[in-house]
């Protein structure tokens, strides 16, 4: 039988990993760049995919596991401000960035060639959402989901 912590155990190691699996698959097959704050959605990504493995180890403890629903939520916050800037909601306070690549040639060359991604660019969108929307769904309600599995964790203790 699974428990309410197993289940919060889960939620906090799958839905970052897929969702870092996706964004890694639009970069790498479809060719979309990251701007600065596609980034910083990341970072929320990898340290909940990191406590969310951490709590595995201390299967009996609920602090990892929230932790991990922190990151996610982290990432949806910051999903939402980037969504927000896409549609032009409110202005942010970065324009755009680059990833640029040395590989043994002319470094200005490198810099000049990179893609620029702005962060105000919708890249990508399903249904009229970005994907800074869709992660600004899919992180936050997995937050609610690991925070209130691990609520009933507490109270079932």
Not at 3 to 16: E, F, N
Not at 108 to 121: K, S
Request: aromatic share 12%.
């Amino acid at each position: 039988m699974s428990t309410p912590l197993s289940q919060a155990r889960l939620i906090a190691l799958a839905v970052p990993a897929a969702l870092l699996a996706g964004a890694y698959g639009f970069q790498y097959i479809g060719g979309l760049f990251p701007c600065e704050l596609c980034w910083w959605q990341r970072y929320g990504h990898f340290a909940a995919l990191a406590l969310a493995l951490l709590s595995f180890a201390a299967p009996r403890h609920r602090l990892p596991v929230i932790l991990a629903g922190l990151g996610l939520a982290a990432s949806a916050l910051v999903g939402a401000y980037h969504a927000g800037i896409e549609y032009k909601w409110w202005q942010g306070f970065t324009a755009c960035t680059s990833a640029v690549k040395f590989g043994g040639g002319d470094p200005l060359a490198a810099i000049m060639a990179a893609p620029t991604v702005r962060c105000d660019d919708v890249q990508w969108s399903l249904f009229g959402i970005s994907m800074a929307g869709y992660n600004f769904l899919v992180s936050g309600a997995a937050a609610l989901a690991v925070f209130a599995l691990a609520g009933r964790a507490r109270k079932g203790a």
